[in-house]
């Protein structure tokens, strides 16, 4: 029993001396603090938006614990920095400071920061830099600094075009919750980009008219650091076409990184008025369906359809009449892609005459051994089925029908270029593309950069 006794004595002695040594500090101007990174960069952030959340780490590595008398913004609440320190907030209405922390032997603080910068009033980014400052007890400044790139922005919650508009703006133009345009009224962007939120999209009523246009996600950030969110698909709606609306016109417009490019409902197929032309155009990296037609008269010169988890094209009747196009199926993020190119006479229990499929000059390719997808409702002789190829590359099992399909390059998994080599870059890791077509293709003359 007193051999126990004097164990237990001995250990809660050896105990006490042990956090009687935790818990010294130190003075010394040699003891310093460690930090993960030396500054924390952020990505361009739109004023008046915050940014995500941004972290790193604050060690102690020495003997002895460190105490911090204060750890404040260098510039109070002038930039728009906002900063948690292990759970203590630097409060900007207090002058942007944390009291009296303590680092112990070994141990270590976790830092949040992000941004929502002020306007600055310029047509360009404009760099946002501070200081976090670490003051020790010993009267030693250590300091991290941060900075990011801020972008003044036209910012709206719902935009409703009830009468002609045009949108011509130098400024980028973030949409939040939508944008509609009305039966009566037609929209035109020129030269203009517009940023839509997540779930943000664009239904048109009216018409829509673009020229020198881009359509795409809000988001500046990136995913990791080779990976910018502007490469991620599904970031917006999209572009929604109801039955009310014809003769819009897409000019030198990219549209890319949403849930879908653009979907155009079925309507009245009229001669007279098409549902929807696209000149020098691209619809690249869609969640779902890149360009999506229903029962419409839809033409297509010199443009990109590229990337879907989808179908890149899909014609659902009507007609549509392509001349000089690229469409290329390498969707990364799922094996479960759509065809690069599909035509059918109905959709589920739906029929619809597909009165014209033309396609001339043009490439249609992609991972899969078979990219192009022509699909007649079985049984029914009556509703028309009706397509031609010619001068294309198409990656596609051959096809006998020299009626409607002449001068065709029928290319296989077996060639020597083909799919992903015809183009000057396919990198699915940090997905970047470049459809030019590589010196060596097979498609010269071919697609919509010959």
Not at 24 to 51: G, I, Q, Y
Not at 195 to 207: E, M, R
Not at 345 to 360: A, C, I, R, V
Request: with cysteine; aromatic share 12%.
């Amino acid at each position: 029993m007193k051999r126990i006794f004097f164990f237990l004595l001995i250990l809660c002695i050896y105990s006490a001396l042990s956090c009687s040594d935790d818990d010294r500090f130190t003075t010394s101007p040699t003891a310093r603090l460690s930090f993960s990174v030396d500054s924390v960069k952020m990505d361009t952030v739109f004023s008046t938006v915050a940014s995500r959340t941004y972290d790193f780490w604050v060690y102690n590595h020495s003997s002895r614990g460190v105490r911090l008398t204060s750890i404040h913004l260098r510039q109070g609440n002038q930039t728009g920095f906002r900063v948690n320190v292990d759970g203590s907030y630097l409060d900007n209405t207090l002058g942007s400071v944390v009291n009296d922390l303590e680092v112990r032997s070994g141990d270590s603080l976790r830092v949040f920061v992000e941004l929502t910068p002020p306007r600055n009033r310029q047509q360009t980014p404009q760099l946002v830099e501070d200081q976090l400052v670490f003051q020790l007890e010993s009267g030693v400044q250590q300091h991290v600094t941060l900075w990011g790139h801020s972008w003044d922005a036209l910012l709206t919650d719902s935009l409703v075009v009830s009468a002609d508009t045009l949108i011509e703006s130098a400024q980028p133009i973030v949409i939040m919750k939508g944008m509609r345009v009305d039966s009566a009224a037609t929209l035109t962007l020129r030269n203009t980009t517009l940023f839509f939120h997540d779930k943000a999209g664009l239904d048109v009523y009216g018409t829509l008219l673009t020229d020198s246009a881009v359509l795409r996600g809000d988001r500046l950030d990136r995913m990791f650091d080779y990976l910018p969110y502007d490469r991620i698909s599904g970031q917006w709606r999209g572009i929604h076409i109801f039955p009310s609306s014809y003769e819009n016109e897409l000019l030198a417009t990219e549209i890319r990184n949403a849930e879908y490019g653009i979907i155009c409902d079925s309507a009245e197929l009229r001669p007279d008025r098409q549902r929807l032309y696209m000149e020098r155009s691209v619809i690249h990296n869609c969640a779902g369906p890149g360009l999506q037609a229903f029962n419409s008269w839809v033409g297509l010169s010199r443009c990109q359809f590229s990337n879907a988890q989808g179908d890149c094209l899909a014609f659902y009747g009507g007609a549509a009449i392509m001349d000089h196009c690229t469409v290329a199926q390498f969707y990364p993020l799922l094996p479960s892609r759509g065809a690069a190119l599909r035509f059918a006479n109905f959709f589920g229990d739906y029929s619809y005459p597909l009165e014209q499929m033309k396609m001339t000059n043009s490439i249609v390719t992609g991972y899969d051994d078979d990219v192009v997808m022509g699909e007649a409702l079985d049984g029914d002789s009556l509703t028309l089925f009706s397509y031609y190829f010619e001068n294309s590359l198409l990656r596609t099992p051959e096809l006998t029908d020299t009626v409607n399909c002449k001068k065709v390059i029928w290319e296989t998994p077996d060639d020597s270029i083909q799919g992903e080599k015809h183009f000057l870059l396919i990198d699915a890791h940090e997905m970047r593309y470049d459809f030019h077509l590589d010196s060596l293709s097979t498609a010269r003359g071919l697609g919509c950069y010959d």
